[in-house]
């Protein structure tokens, strides 16, 4: 069974499909429904790089809905570091478990797991490639907000070189018609492969470093942290680290329902007066991980999600 | 000039290929892409910038006692994908081949990325790259996305 490796993976309508499914979920998410849509299967948790948010919300998605998650743990307790192939890697869990969440350090690791293995692979993160879980869930949080995905103005700053989430974003946003502002140090613009691409699926963007003066008519600001972990040298991470910082001084003249999100962790990029706005919507976007998660479970795993979800759930 | 005088630059071989139609300048490349150097010990002529009725010039590679392999077609496909490739007996044509570069070049290049998962030498799949589009070439990796720079292939031939 086909995975989600990236965006193009999904058509618009599966996307929207998804993120209506994703809707009904919210009840099951917050813990105030019950509803085992995945009782007795499994999920392989495979993160070859450090996360919290991405791996946890794997987790709660699929213990939510009744099933069950196995880990590979600290890569450096695992057979990796005895130099085991991902190949080989991808053989073993595949024979332990239904579908696989997956992020490596490497790009094109994703969709090489995914040309090794018979299940699903989610990709997760592959180097500075792709991370389209994320994209859903950032898709669902900017429909929460304003109803609709086509032709709002977006903001991507920060790291646009090496950050896989605005690569994905920026890419499903296009196709919905969204109008793209890239705010970046030089050093960190997004690689011109990607705007390529987007140019030719008749994108509109902006290229610009200065965040401030794009931020007034914006439907949507997405800051991302200057990946310290990215750069092999430090003097350059020290000349882009701190670029932005996002104070609550600065949202004075914005749109009243304009959302700043980000896929957290952040840095310093964001102060923390920007938390107590209500522009501020990172930690919900954080949380609607979870119910993106079920949902693309759900649908990669063959699982309909029911259209009256209270009926078919029960009381926990 | 015709193409007869053209030919006649370079001696005619008793055995093994011609790669004729080359695209002018391009036969430096083809030789690197071949793994032809300096030190095999076949002979190899060369002529460069010659007339062509069809193409205007050429450039025009014989190699002595030498077959092409599918391979070495595969990898050629990438550099001189209009070539026409003759396999000479005894001084007369016994073969032409045909080069066709499909959908996806396997195993005759590795994605140029260093931080692609292929870079991991002991990884098994093979190395594929999507052709985007024919002409101009464009590839791309299989697995990572990464657009291939085309400056770069004979550096990465496997």
Known sequence: MAGLITMDDLTNEEILTILDDAERLLPVARGELYLPLLQGRILGNLFFEPSTRTRMSFETAMKRLGGDVVNLGDVKTSSVVKGETLFDTIQMVDGYTDIIAMRHPRQGAAQYAQDSATVPILNGGDGAGHHPTQTMLDLFTIRQAHGKLDGLKVVLAGDLRYGRTVHSLSHALTRFGCELVFASPEILKMPSEIISDLNAHGATITETEDLYSMIGDADVVYMTRIQKERFSD??????????????????????????????????????????????????????????????????????????????????? | MSNEHSMRRVTAIRNGTVIDHIPCGQSLTVLEM???????????????????????????????????????????????????VAIIRAYSVAEKLTINLGEEVVNVVKCAMSNCITTNLREPLPHRLKVVSKDPLELRCHYCGRPQNLDELVNNVL
């Open chain 1, 234 to 316: 430090e003097d350059e991470y020290a000349r882009c680290a701190g670029a932005y910082k996002l104070h609550a001084d600065h949202l004075a003249d914005v749109k009243a329902n304009m959302i700043i999100m980000h896929p957290l962790p952040r840095v310093d990029e964001i102060d923390p007066s920007v938390d107590v706005t209500r522009h501020a919507r990172y930690f919900e976007q954080a949380f609607n991980g979870v119910v993106a998660r079920m949902a693309l479970l759900c649908k990669l795993l063959g699982i309909t999600v029911p259209e009256d979800v209270e009926s078919a759930g029960g009381a926990l």
């Open chain 2, 34 to 84: 071949l793994g032809v150097t300096g030190s095999t010990s076949v002979p190899v002529s060369l002529v460069m910038n010659v007339p062509s009725k069809k193409m205007g010039s050429k450039d025009i590679i014989k190699v002595e006692d030498r077959e092409l392999t599918q391979s070495e077609l595969d990898r050629l496909a990438l550099v001189a994908p209009d070539a026409h």
